[in-house]
């Protein structure tokens, strides 16, 4: 059964915002793998090229992202995705330090920074962004609070 666009867009309605930043920042930092992050001599070179530790974190902080979003779409509460929050908060910090540092080194032969590097940055940036936004968001959850109905009076 594949999901109808009301089904979709009700799952959506259910992110709240640092759910919603989260998402963006998981988008940017997928896209930033498959986009030239580096110019050199022999042509561009994309993340895959220049695969090491500092992939690997922004990778870790997608999967972390990810379950952030898929911890919010699942549970009728908040329980669950705040504390999702907590530890993609250290994950997300490490990719922000690890896009950073492939902002500032270049590999060998490398001469110029191409838009892979700098979406790597924001969408690393995003998602610990989102995933404190999630922590700071103390929003009741989307469904209505059940009450018992009002006894009847003497």
Do not use: K
Request: hydrophobic share 50%; glycine share 8%.
């Amino acid at each position: 059964m594949s999901p109808t666009p009301s089904t979709v867009a009700g799952g959506l309605r259910r992110l709240r915002r640092g759910e919603l930043i989260t998402l963006a920042g998981v988008v940017l930092l997928v896209v930033s793998l498959f986009v030239p992050t580096y110019h050199s001599p022999g042509g561009q070179l994309d993340a895959w090229d220049t695969f090491g530790a500092a992939v690997a974190l922004q990778l870790a902080a997608v999967f972390a992202g990810l379950a952030l979003i898929a911890s919010a779409l699942t549970e009728r509460t908040t329980a669950l995705p705040v504390s999702t929050a907590v530890w993609c908060i250290p994950v997300a910090l490490a990719a922000v330090i690890a896009s950073l540092v492939r902002l500032l080194e270049r590999p060998e032969a490398a001469n110029g920074l191409a838009a892979g590097g700098w979406l790597a940055m924001i969408g690393a940036l995003a998602v610990l962004v989102g995933a404190w936004e999630t922590l700071r968001d103390e929003h009741t959850s989307l469904y209505e609070p059940v009450s018992p109905p009002p006894q009847p009076r003497p």
